[in-house]
């Protein structure tokens, strides 16, 4: 999987993802919002502002996939699609890297750098 990485440095475009929805589900589209079925959650300069704001659209309307850190790690995987997995911003967490995000850490109340909770 690919994954951007850092959180604080805001990429080109900001951060933002587009879903498409159906009654039962929902999936990432790198197509521009033009049907009705689709949503689009940013741009900000924080993730965590545009997780919060997909997680609870998603909650609100009983769609999986709701919690905070898997709206982060869409937005995250969704963001290095974006800028076609470019080295600058992005890397293959294949290669035995850590998954858990400062980002995901610090909302869970631990530490971003060790994962010690404070």
Same mark, same amino acid.
């Given at each position: 999987m690919i994954r951007l990485y850092s959180h604080s440095s805001c990429p080109p475009g900001e951060f933002f993802i587009r879903i498409?929805?159906?009654? /039962?589900d929902w999936s990432a589209s790198q197509a521009g919002c033009g049907s009705p079925n689709c949503v689009q959650f940013g741009p900000s300069p924080l993730i965590e502002e545009v997780a919060k704001d997909m997680g609870a659209f998603l909650r609100s309307n009983n769609l999986p996939r709701?919690?905070?850190?898997?709206?982060?790690?869409?937005?995250? /995987?969704?963001?290095c699609e974006r800028l076609g997995n470019g080295k600058q911003w992005c890397f293959d967490t294949e290669k035995n890297y850590n998954e858990t995000t400062a980002t995901i850490l610090n909302r869970e109340g631990k530490c971003g750098g060790c994962g010690v909770k404070v």
């Open positions: 498409v929805f159906s009654q /039962t709701n919690s905070f850190a898997e709206c982060v790690q869409l937005i995250d /995987t969704y963001t």
